[in-house]
């Protein structure tokens, strides 16, 4: 039970809960980590340039994205902080999405770090 | 997974996702899709209700926030177009929100959404959930059937049998083909009744239903018109062939007996048929049941147990 709590705290994503949210299926769940990488960059991109402009319903719009993808797959630090994003939005707090901001690519950079092991060792 | 397809009266249940987020519409139609339903994955509020237009959808997983049209008035375009479409349907809605979006569910559900899932959603809630949409469904077809059949022989009814002909008659004027139509009268069948008591008179009915069945071709249509008189509709069928198809069914009541509960009955029936080649114009449903019935007429003049086709 600690050594779960710890994993959901140090490690980007808690992977009982995201293989339990699709029945288990691993490679499954490699497909989808991968497309989740690829739509981050695409979003993360779009996401700069709106903050850039100060345009608070894209940011709010791709916030609330990430918070759907990340949620699905249990990443759970990504999670809380597209959350944050699309709150920045919402109350037009510029400070807000930046601060987020540059945490959602700290964090989505330990994703990508967490990945060659996490394929090595437990999809696999 | 169940690979195995879910089907409802013989077709795979079709299962409309509309998802603009990349990760859940890949968890959903892998999921759903292993499931045994047949998928359409639509990733904005647009291409969706399109889908939903082209395709025969039954089930629909919509996403709230969504592009061009949110999940919620796609909701409501869904349940209009049920109620209005002429060939009523029954579209089963789920509506995908975020947990802080709970607090709207009423609006979802005003909108005509049948239920909900919070996402991020569990594998095992959303098969549970779509199980109960298909049993919905089912009733609903259930009930959609009913509404459309006799009670006695389980043939269209008449309301249906009006519906169907609307249907072929357009199809037919579309694909410049033949159109048929046979009317049949049970001969004497108040003499039946009046001798044998009504419970004969049905079990007659059902037994000329039931050999009717094996003379007519998969996409023919019987219909029960009213009293003794079925309906039976033809498609591409010219009048050679409705000819051909008439004395089948004759021969399938007169050349042997109906046993019912009080004895072996000869039974005999007259048929008046017409096809559509005959018309030079445009014609409606009433042209053919009329038609039909002069035809029916002319076959009883003739010393019943004859078939008559209009020409």
Known sequence: MSELKDLNVTQPIDLPSALERIGGDESLLQELINIYIEDFLEKNHLLRKAIEHRDFTTIREIGHSLKGSS????????????????????EEDIERARYHFQLLNQQFMKLKDFFPSLSHQTLE | MNKQKLTNKGDTIKVLIAEDNVVSA?????????????????????????????????????????????????????RENDHNAENKQYTYVILLTAKDQQKDLIKGFSAGADDYITKPFNHHELKARLKTGKRIIDLQRQLEEQADRDGLT?????????????????RAQREKQPLATIMIDVDNFKRINDTYGHHCGDAVLLEVSSRFQ????????????????????????????????????????????????????????????????????????????????EALLKAKSKGRNCAFIKN
């Open chain 1, 71 to 90: 949620g699905n797959l249990s990443l759970i630090h990504l999670h809380e902080t597209s959350y944050q994003i699309e709150v920045a939005g919402k």
């Open chain 2, 26 to 78: 890949t968890i959903l139609q892998k999921s759903i899709g292993g499931w045994g339903y047949d998928v359409v994955v639509a990733r904005d509020g647009e291409k969706a209700w399109k889908a939903y237009k082209d395709k025969n959808v039954r089930l629909a997983v919509l996403d709230w926030m969504m592009p061009k049209i949110n999940g919620l008035d796609l909701c409501k375009k869904i």
């Open chain 2, 154 to 170: 389980g043939l269209w009814n008449r309301k249906r049998m009006f519906k169907l002909l609307e249907k072929e008659i357009n």
């Open chain 2, 214 to 293: 094996k003379c007519v071709r998969n996409y023919d249509e019987i219909c029960r018109y009213g009293g003794d008189e079925l309906f039976v509709i033809l498609p591409n069928c010219t009048m050679a062939m409705t000819q051909r198809i008439a004395e089948r069914l004759r021969q399938s009541i007169s050349e042997k007996k109906i046993h019912t509960d009080l004895d072996a009955l000869d039974v005999t029936i007259s048929l008046g048929g017409v096809s559509s080649e005959i018309f030079f114009s445009k014609f409606l449903p009433e042209t053919l049941v009329i038609a039909s019935d």
